[in-house]
């Protein structure tokens, strides 16, 4: 077989063998196929497009690709979750202590932040003690004596997605739908859990910007996870605007403690109990208004709270914080954003504060860069508001004063006012299942 003839079989939009897929993973995972040529094959898929047949088997392989997690010693119905990303997005943080306080197993791996989104792996690190580099074992041992564990993504996931993500990133290749869906459900299938919710953002701060693409997105990710024999389902979610009001690694862990305290923002309670929802229905928990309520319970009872706690413990860290998240302090200098004339907040660019808080501190530019888990920034307003001349929009935190400056310039270009009220989003736009679009 040859990597060549497979170029010129997809450029000419003909569908590929699982034969030949399978081959090309294996020989570009082990070095034996030069960038040149899968760089070519890339560009032959951005242009072509790849059947729902040819994503799956491409997803399968590149799971395959390294080592899979077994849960199979794990009791219980294994859930999953997956956010692709967004702006104040700490609902990991409050849906799977949910779920796991109704009863279903959650062994979750996570990403780290890069750009101007967050990562939920930074977040948790953000408590005193907490360890997300946990070895296969230890992790599974935490998820067995308290039903939940959240750790970093192993280094030998998915290799050929790691290999691929970087080349996309370098060929301009990287907003391909198939080879998004397939790079984000091959980490899904390695990681080994029964069934999985996906929450696809859509808007500014999103990776999808547009409600169509987003859902698209969500129906190759949900044939995926189908022909590979997994329960899935996708809710398409609102990033227009930031969700919560706090923006930032411990102060995400502060708001995401309120909301499993049942005292959260509207916006942030209703996707996190959307998700729960989802997950306890793909876990045959009871119906859909069966499985809202149990997720409410789990809030108005405590459990969930105590769950978050019980993980926290379980990976090292200090529980105390969950239960008094203001003992993670605040950053030692604070700007304040105000309105420059009175009227309603009409915009507010997601992926503009994201960066805004990443100037801040709260995020990284590079891989390499440090982050500053006081930094942030805390919403006093969102889009809709009414706001007065002079009044506070936002505050802005750092540990380091002289990046104060450039953030309060950078969120400044992401909001605006008008004399008008906007129009007001939906939070959910669509929920995708095997059964179509509703």
């Known amino acids: 077989m040859r990597m060549y003839d497979i170029i010129v079989k997809k450029r000419s939009g003909i569908a590929l063998s699982e034969e030949e897929i399978r081959w090309m993973i294996a020989e570009y995972t082990k070095g034996n196929i030069p960038d040149y040529q899968m760089s070519a094959f890339l560009m032959s898929v951005y242009f072509q497009g790849m059947t729902d047949e040819e994503t799956a088997i491409l997803t399968d392989a590149m799971a395959g690709s390294g080592e899979r997690l077994d849960l199979s010693s794990l009791p219980g119905v294994k859930v999953d979750k997956h956010s692709t990303g967004g702006v104040g997005d700490k609902t990991t943080m409050i849906v799977a202590p949910i779920v796991a306080a109704c009863g279903c197993t959650v062994a979750k791996l996570s990403g780290r932040g890069l750009g101007h989104t967050g990562g939920t792996v930074d977040k948790l690190e953000s408590i005193p003690g907490t360890q997300t580099s946990l070895a296969k074992d230890e992790f599974l041992d935490v998820v067995r004596r308290t039903g939940i564990a959240v750790t970093g993504q192993s280094g030998n996931l998915a290799p050929a997605d790691k290999k691929l993500y970087a080349l996309r990133d370098v060929t301009a290749t990287v907003d391909s ?52 024999g997994k329960k899935i389902a996708a809710l398409i979610t609102d990033m227009d605007v930031p969700l919560g ?149 936002a505050r802005l935190l750092t540990s380091e004063e002289a990046k104060l400056d450039g953030a309060l310039r950078r969120f400044g270009e992401a909001v605006a006012i008008s004399p008008k009220a906007p129009r007001k989003h939906p939070l959910i736009y669509a929920r995708v299942t095997e059964q179509g679009v509703e």
């Open 177 to 228: 739908i198939p080879l998004i869906a397939a790079s984000i459900m091959s980490k899904k299938l390695a990681a080994g859990s029964d069934c999985i919710v996906l929450d696809v953002k859509t808007g500014s701060g999103a990776f999808m910007k547009t409600v169509e693409d987003s859902i698209r997105l969500a129906q190759k990710m949900v044939a995926i996870g189908v022909r590979n």
């Open 245 to 393: 009001y706090q923006i930032g690694n411990a102060l995400e862990v502060e708001e995401a403690v309120r909301t499993l305290k049942g005292e959260g923002p509207e916006d942030l309670t209703e996707v996190s109990l959307a998700l729960a929802t989802q997950m306890l229905l793909l876990a045959d928990k009871g119906d859909m208004d069966e499985c809202r309520s149990l997720a409410r319970q789990a809030i108005d009872s405590g459990a969930a709270l105590e769950k978050l706690a019980a993980m926290v413990e379980g990976q090292g860290g200090d529980s105390d914080y969950v239960y008094h998240p203001e003992k993670l302090g605040r950053a030692s200098f604070e700007g304040e954003f105000q309105a420059k004339e009175s009227g309603y907040l009409a915009q507010m660019d997601a992926e503009g504060i994201g960066i805004a808080a990443s100037l801040l501190g709260a995020g990284r530019e590079t891989k390499e860069s440090t982050i500053d888990p006081l930094a942030g920034i805390i919403l006093l307003k969102k889009t809709g508001d009414a706001v007065k001349q002079g009044e506070t929009i």
